[in-house]
């Protein structure tokens, strides 16, 4: 279930290109995100995929025909009862037929009654993209608000090569969800997100580094995105996938990861500090592979010396130009959660803070679900149940978008 998409009521238009296989995809993947799919088809993309394909993921019957007699002004009701339309893969023809206002089938029908915004994901071969005429009907589109996901390069189905490919599913949801959550509560916001652990070289091969996965940080970057924000994501080392329309910074060092973020938040209106970054590094690299042999040259010890601390830099920042307006802090602790967590939220400057007992049961590193509890800098707190880092990152914006 995704929280922007749950009840949204989606049209996926199809039409005939060979890309129709993906779009049952995506009509699966809109499906289990708990929205409410119709599918409406073209006769040529029935050529391709058949309806029952759509009609066995979406537990909906998918629609082709326009003079179907069961139904009453059918396309009226789809156009005005829709949150979203995307037209997936949409050809170069329906695309000029879109453009001139023609309505000669189901699908070019109900877009013209449409109330919602309308997403459309070309896909055609052969330079057909490139060709003037549909360069010019998706200007047109576009001028009257309508919004392009790719296509993209890449190899097509007559072998060549060039800019036509349905963009994938994957893709296709996640500016779906941007679309979806384009006036959410977190509306005209830029917010900085860090994420992931950091890292510390000893020699060109080893490093010293933490836990974390950054799992519960893209989990709040994808939250943001989802209310509406802009994001930029400053990211640790770290194998989660980014969500789709936001700006990623990868970094690998706390001095990156400090000079990134600091960057980021000079014109950014809230900092969700997330990453876990490492405290210490190894006071001295070694610009070669440290050989066993030579290992009691280092004492067999590794020295170490103190990072930047982000947040004191961010604060003294803020001091100066009171920016980002809100910043947010993440406490990992073993012991003592509660006093420490508290501590930390004073020392650091911070509005509010999530304290994770990284020891407790469900919670913290390497899991798919987390144990919060927020203070705020007035005293408030709320002890966030167990649930996963997507429905923690959720109520962690609505808690903070509360606050604004
Ligand atoms: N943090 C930071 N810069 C660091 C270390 C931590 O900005 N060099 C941030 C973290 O991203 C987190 C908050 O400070 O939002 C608290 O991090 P945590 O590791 O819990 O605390 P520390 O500051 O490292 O303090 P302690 O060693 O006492 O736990």
Redesign the pocket.
């Known amino acids: 279930m995704i929280q922007v998409l749950s009840d949204k009521k989606v049209v996926l238009g199809v039409t005939g290109s060979i890309a129709c296989y993906k779009a049952v995809d995506l009509a699966s993947k809109l499906t289990q995100a708990g929205a409410q799919v119709d599918v409406i088809l073209t006769e040529s993309a029935r050529r391709f995929v058949s309806p029952l394909a759509f009609r066995s993921v979406t537990g909906r019957p998918a629609l082709v025909d326009m003079w179907d007699e069961s139904t009453h002004v059918q396309h009226v009701n789809l156009g005005e009862e829709a949150d979203l339309m995307v037209i997936a893969p949409a050809t170069a023809n329906t695309i000029a037929r879109l453009a001139n206002g023609m309505a000669d089938n189901l699908l070019t029908l109900t877009t013209l009654s449409l109330r919602c915004p309308l997403l459309i994901a070309p896909a055609m071969d052969g330079g057909m993209y490139t060709h003037p005429a549909t360069q010019a009907n998706v200007a047109v589109l576009r001028e009257r608000g309508v919004w392009f996901a790719g296509p993209a390069e890449g190899r097509m189905a007559s072998g060549l090569s060039g800019q036509g490919r349905m963009v994938e599913p994957a893709e296709l949801l996640g500016k779906i969800r941007q679309i979806a959550g384009r006036n959410g509560v977190f509306k005209g916001q830029h917010v900085v997100v ?1 994420a992931g652990p950091t890292r510390e070289a000893l020699d060109p091969v080893r490093f010293i580094t933490n836990r974390s996965t950054g799992k519960q940080g893209v989990a709040l970057a994808q939250a943001a995105a989802d209310a509406g924000a802009t994001v930029t994501l400053v990211a640790g080392p770290m194998r989660q996938p980014f969500p789709v329309g936001i700006e990623v910074v990868n970094v690998l060092t ?1 001095q990156e990861m ?1 000079d990134a ?1 600091v960057e980021a938040v000079r014109k950014a209106d809230i900092l969700l ?7 210490f590094r190894p006071s001295k690299f070694n610009n070669q592979k440290i050989k066993k042999t030579k290992a009691e040259e280092w004492g067999m010890a590794i020295g170490l010396e103190r ?6 830099s ?1 604060k003294a920042q803020r001091d100066a130009t009171g920016r980002p307006f809100i910043v ?6 073993t012991q003592n959660a509660f006093e ?1 967590g508290r501590n ?1 939220l004073i020392r ?1 400057g911070l509005d509010i ?1 999530a304290i994770n007992d990284v020891t407790a049961e469900g919670a913290g590193f390497e899991v798919d679900t987390n144990r919060v509890i927020l203070i705020s800098s007035d005293g408030e707190v709320a002890r966030l149940p167990l649930s996963t880092k997507t429905a923690v990152a959720e109520q962690i914006v609505n808690h903070l978008a509360k606050m604004m």
């Open positions: 860090t706390t400090h973020t500090m997330a990453a876990a970054v490492s405290d990072t930047l601390d982000i947040l004191e961010v947010l802090g993440f406490a990992a602790e420490y930390k650091k803070i």
